[in-house]
């Protein structure tokens, strides 16, 4: 398995910017699809993003797709969410995850295998 690690997170107003990272340890950060996910409070956990494992192919879900672009850098073993037009509703935990699944469009939760401890976004008014 791979051990993944968000930052990037932080407070910022509607409208603003942010790049979350995670960071994967382990030398098969390559072989993995990647993920992003978020959780409101008193939400479930929703897809955001995934990228294949040769950033050849990116999935973005519809609330956001126009203002989030996911990204990797193997050589970094680091996959990016980059987060413009930020909107209250964005508020959530962030968390990036790790897949042997190919992404083909709106991923589960359950398609994925590794987890971050998530990262806090919060957008105000």
């Known amino acids: 398995q791979v051990q993944l690690v968000e930052s990037g997170g932080g407070l910022v107003q509607a409208g603003g910017s942010l790049r979350l990272s995670c960071a994967a340890s382990?030398?098969?950060?390559?072989?993995?699809?990647m993920g992003w996910f978020r959780q409101a409070p008193g939400k479930e956990r929703e897809f955001v993003a995934a990228?294949?494992?040769?950033?050849?192919?990116?999935y973005c879900a519809d609330s956001v797709k126009g203002r989030f672009t996911i990204s990797r850098d193997n050589a970094k073993n680091t996959v990016y969410l980059q987060m413009n037009s930020l909107k209250p509703e964005d508020t959530a935990v962030y968390y990036c995850?790790?897949?042997?699944?190919?992404?083909?469009?709106?991923?589960?939760?359950?398609?994925?295998?590794?987890w971050g401890p998530g990262t806090q976004v919060t957008v105000s008014s």
């Open positions: 995850a790790a897949t042997m699944i190919k992404p083909s469009g709106l991923m589960r939760s359950s398609d994925f295998g590794s």
């Open positions: 990228i294949s494992w040769s950033g050849s192919i990116t």
């Open positions: 382990g030398r098969t950060f390559s072989s993995y699809a």
